[in-house]
């Protein structure tokens, strides 16, 4: 028996996150994240549809239908519970992200802030009251 030095086994690559939101109306939602925040449709699922996801760019966000409260009361507002972050890579994104949101009559729950840690966030509502943050560097 030897003592080879054994080749290091890689460890596994994370390449992306899609989180899952609950909603109450696949078809709404899907219009809402296509129609005012500029996602397409991927996928939807079910007949009645019952799962879908949407994407910008390399934003993925699944939508799943939940038929009764899975919050109590107003706690999401409340303690600012977010469902999502999505990141872009510039300040000047960002501020132009949150204008075309905000004139498109998107529903803002945060406007654009620098934040204590060095990054420009903002968050918006969706039909389903899921808080969405954008953020992005505060200077480029």
Same mark, same amino acid.
């Not at 003592?3 to 996150?17: A, C, N």
């Not at 899609?18 to 449709?41: H, M, W």
């Not at 699944?62 to 009764?68: G, H, I, Q």
């Not at 803002?108 to 420009?120: F, M, R, S, Y």
């Given at each position: 028996?030897?003592?080879?030095?054994?080749?290091?086994?890689?460890?596994?690559?994370?390449?992306?996150?899609?989180?899952?939101?609950?909603?109450?109306?696949?078809?709404?939602?899907?219009?809402? !994240?296509? *129609?005012?925040?500029?996602?397409?449709?991927?996928?939807? !699922?079910?007949?009645?549809?019952? !799962?879908?996801?949407?994407?910008?760019?390399?934003?993925?966000?699944?939508?799943?239908?939940?038929?009764?409260?899975?919050?109590?009361?107003?706690?999401? *507002?409340?303690?600012?519970?977010?469902?999502?972050?999505?990141?872009?890579a510039t300040a000047n994104e960002i501020k132009e992200l949150f204008l075309s949101y905000q004139a498109g009559g998107v529903s803002v729950h945060q406007a654009l802030k620098k934040e204590p840690?060095?990054?420009?966030?903002?968050?918006?509502?969706?039909?389903?009251?899921?808080?969405?943050?954008?953020?992005?560097?505060?200077?480029?």
């Amino acid at each position: 028996m030897t003592d080879e030095p054994r080749e290091p086994t890689p460890r596994p690559i994370l390449s992306g996150i899609e989180p899952q939101l609950f909603v109450a109306n696949i078809k709404r939602s899907c219009d809402f !994240y296509t *129609k005012r925040l500029g996602f397409a449709i991927q996928f939807v !699922y079910g007949d009645p549809p019952d !799962y879908a996801q949407v994407f910008r760019d390399s934003a993925r966000i699944n939508l799943r239908l939940v038929c009764e409260p899975v919050f109590a009361g107003d706690i999401r *507002k409340r303690e600012h519970l977010l469902s999502a972050s999505i990141t872009v890579a510039t300040a000047n994104e960002i501020k132009e992200l949150f204008l075309s949101y905000q004139a498109g009559g998107v529903s803002v729950h945060q406007a654009l802030k620098k934040e204590p840690w060095g990054a420009t966030t903002f968050i918006v509502s969706d039909p389903d009251e899921n808080l969405i943050l954008f953020a992005g560097p505060a200077s480029d």
